[in-house]
């Protein structure tokens, strides 16, 4: 069923038992194993109670009174309970921390490392490289190598954030002027949620980030394109939609590389085009959403940081054009 419902949506659902990477399977190991041992515990538990009814039961039926030993036996039962419980906790204990430490060492082969930086309410993508030229910035969207080890080098300018890619890896928080690292590596091409899992504001919710794991080949050429600076227009639809977005409030906040737009203070636009959703995963990257989210974003996400945008109709249908010529 879910492999059907998998086959139907096109994406792997967000889910800790769909597990992708080793760090994840793991994780999703050690979920089983406490999930089964906690079913038993529970069938043991309801089974000793209706048990103990039963015998409680015939008895009455019998008019027996109660053994002289009961007392004793009562509390053998309660000692071996107790007993029981500690023997499980601790084994808890013990596997949850064994799994913690395998999850931390980074993988020793110089990995593919990018530094996400959480904000209200979006993720800011850097691709380190020890050329200038060789960064990349992006947001809210990341693409992976399929099969190689990814290093997540993780920072918050504001408030506390949580990366989670429940089907890649586990959790790690994203700390306001404190580095944290986590790396994972996911084992099959596909695109999967990551959501924001801190409370961290009123659009904490509406943080997801997606993961794209592809083929080496098709990774290379993602890059290749978004390393490019954006593409100047040639047509005059087009290029009044950038004299809207250079003059107007965008370039206030964002920066598109090959303009004058060069602001970090929101999600870097140079390949918004490219991109498979807008404002953190909240709205499919449609001319339509992204006409309301630009109009109106308080609507969509009320507390986002993002103005209202009074435009001509013109201006907007030629800044939409813009937008979406940046591929
Ligand atoms: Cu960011 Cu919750």
């Known amino acids: 069923m879910l492999a059907l419902l998998q086959s139907v949506r096109g994406a792997p659902n967000q889910s800790v038992l769909e597990s992708s990477g080793p760090l994840a399977g793991r994780v999703e190991s050690l979920w089983w194993f406490a999930f ?3 079913s038993l515990v529970y069938l043991a538990t ?5 048990w103990a009814t039963a015998r409680a039961r015939r008895r009455e039926r019998r008019g027996e009174a109660l ?7 009562m509390a053998r039962g309660v000692a071996l309970g107790v007993a029981a419980t500690v023997v499980i906790l ?5 596997t949850d921390l064994s799994v913690g430490r395998t999850l931390d060492p980074i993988p020793r082969k110089q990995p593919l490392t990018i530094e996400l930086t959480g904000k209200q309410w979006w993720w800011d993508v850097q691709y380190a490289d020890t050329s200038p030229q060789g960064r990349l910035t992006t ?3 990341i693409h992976v190598p399929v099969g190689e080890p990814v290093l997540l080098l993780l920072e918050s300018t504001d408030v506390i954030h949580s990366f ?6 586990g959790k790690k928080d994203l700390i306001p002027g404190y ?3 986590m790396w994972f590596q996911a084992d099959t091409a596909g695109d999967y949620r990551a959501q924001c899992a801190e409370f961290c504001g009123l659009q904490h919710a509406k943080m997801a980030l997606h993961v794209i794991a592809e083929p080496r080949p098709q990774y290379d050429r993602w890059v290749q394109s978004q390393r490019a600076p954006a593409k100047t227009p040639t047509d005059s639809v087009t290029n009044r939609g950038r004299e809207v977005f250079l003059t107007g409030q965008c370039a206030m906040c964002h920066n598109i590389t090959g303009t004058v737009a060069g602001s970090r203070a929101g999600p870097d636009l140079t390949h918004l085009a490219s991109r498979r959703t807008i404002a953190a995963g909240t709205l499919p990257n449609t001319r339509g959403a992204l006409a309301g989210w630009i109009v109106d974003p308080q609507r969509v996400k009320p507390g986002t940081h993002m103005p209202p945008n009074q435009l001509a109709p013109a201006d907007l249908d030629a800044l939409l054009t813009y937008l979406q010529s940046l591929k």
């Open 36 to 38: 089964i041992t906690a």
């Open 46 to 50: 309801i089974g000793a109670l209706l």
């Open 67 to 73: 053994p002289a030993d009961d007392d004793r036996g």
């Open 90 to 94: 601790l084994v808890f204990l013990v």
């Open 139 to 141: 947001a809210n969207e």
């Open 164 to 169: 989670w890619a429940p089907n890649l890896a």
């Open 179 to 181: 580095t944290q690292s």
